[in-house]
């Protein structure tokens, strides 16, 4: 199993601010990674998709890089709606691993 | 409009069965690939299974053999048959459809919590 590993756990970021959330898989997935934003009682969102396409809608503040093993979703200035939990899941092997989760909160 | 409904879920006793449902609409369940993933209380995502177009299926370990999931192309819906519950299945179940491969169509999911 790919274990999908992010860093920081919690990211406390004042508005305006660039923020950088970090994910590691243990082997290599290509590029075959998704980025999803979730809220207190909402369903998870799409982000970013192939490690670095935004899916539709998705503001042009989100961006996302990186392949292989190491990759990163950059919010270039944080909007008050941002504030949320991100996970990371790669979509290369089976089973479909998802990394534990950074809190982005308000600094 | 695009959207997956997940039905189904409540309370039930360890040991015992639920079958989850997914209605779909604005889309086709039997020519994409639909996840169900889940999510314990106040922790991260897990991905629970998948069913491809073709009809073939995966499972995470953690519920291989106990849970099944299948379609029913006349009425656009996926389901998930969960059996021989345990306490460590109580979570939130979303339905997701997967296009390319990523998750972009979720449900606003449904809850299952087994206890006694």
């Known amino acids: 199993e790919v274990v999908m590993t992010q860093s920081p756990a919690t990211l406390s970021v004042s508005p305006g601010e660039r923020a950088t959330l970090s994910c590691r898989a243990s082997?290599?997935?290509?590029?075959?990674v998704a980025w999803y934003q979730q809220k207190p009682g909402q369903a998870p969102r799409l982000l970013i998709y192939?490690?670095?396409t935004r899916a539709a809608g998705i503001p042009a503040r989100f961006s996302g890089s990186g392949s292989g093993t190491e990759f990163t979703l950059t919010i270039s200035s944080l909007q008050s709606e941002d504030f949320a939990v991100y996970y990371c899941?790669?979509?290369?092997?089976?089973?479909?691993?998802f990394g534990q989760g950074t809190k982005v909160e308000i600094k | 409009e695009v959207q997956v409904v997940e039905t189904g879920g409540g309370l039930i006793q360890p040991g015992g069965s639920l079958r989850l449902s997914c209605a779909a609409s604005?889309?086709?369940?039997?020519?994409?690939?639909m996840s169900w993933v889940r999510q314990a209380p106040g922790k991260g995502l897990e991905w629970v299974s998948v069913?491809?177009?073709?009809?073939?299926?995966y499972y995470a370990d953690s519920v291989k053999g106990r849970f099944t999931i299948s379609r029913d192309n006349s009425k656009n819906t996926l389901s998930l048959q969960m059996n021989s519950l345990r306490a460590e299945d109580t979570a939130v179940y979303y339905c997701?459809?997967?296009?390319?491969?990523?998750?972009?169509?979720w449900g606003k999911g449904t809850t299952v919590t087994v206890s006694s």
């Open positions: 997701a459809r997967y296009l390319n491969g990523y998750g972009d169509v």
């Open positions: 082997q290599s997935v290509s590029s075959n």
């Open positions: 899941q790669q979509c290369n092997n089976w089973p479909r691993t």
């Open positions: 604005g889309f086709t369940v039997s020519s994409n690939y």
């Open positions: 069913m491809y177009s073709g009809g073939s299926t």
């Open positions: 192939g490690a670095s």
